[in-house]
């Protein structure tokens, strides 16, 4: 059975850091990529960040330059470094996981709420 378990969200105010954790089990193929997707009320889900098996990572442009996305393949876990967050930033936060041959997979979401 595949899970993709997510720690890490939570309240912060604005200018403060969180760090996301997901930690992948179960999958059988190679993994592709990792990533992150977050999604607001109201608001359709969007990329935040993704790193694939070689490395190469994509942020979106909201995020660049203040997250990090990183990975352990030792522990086929993805982390999102999340720093000088905005409100703007506050949505529930996804990780998702492609692999070898195209099967794809999400977690159940951990909040982040981003407020004074």
């Known amino acids: 059975q595949v899970q993709l378990v997510e720690s890490g969200g939570g309240l912060v105010q604005p200018g403060g850091s969180l760090r996301l954790s997901c930690a992948v089990s179960g999958i059988i193929f190679s993994i592709k990529s990792m990533g992150w997707y977050r999604q607001a009320p109201g608001k359709q889900r969007e990329l935040v960040a993704a790193?694939?098996?070689?490395?190469?990572?994509n942020y979106a442009d909201s995020v660049t330059g203040r997250f990090t996305i990183s990975r352990d393949i030792a522990k086929n876990t993805v982390y999102l470094q999340m720093n000088s967050l905005k409100p703007e930033d506050a949505a529930v936060y996804y990780c998702?996981?492609?692999?070898?041959?195209?099967?794809?997979?999400w977690g159940q979401g951990t909040q982040v709420t981003v407020s004074s």
């Open positions: 790193i694939t098996s070689l490395g190469s990572t």
């Open positions: 998702n996981t492609r692999t070898k041959p195209e099967y794809e997979y």
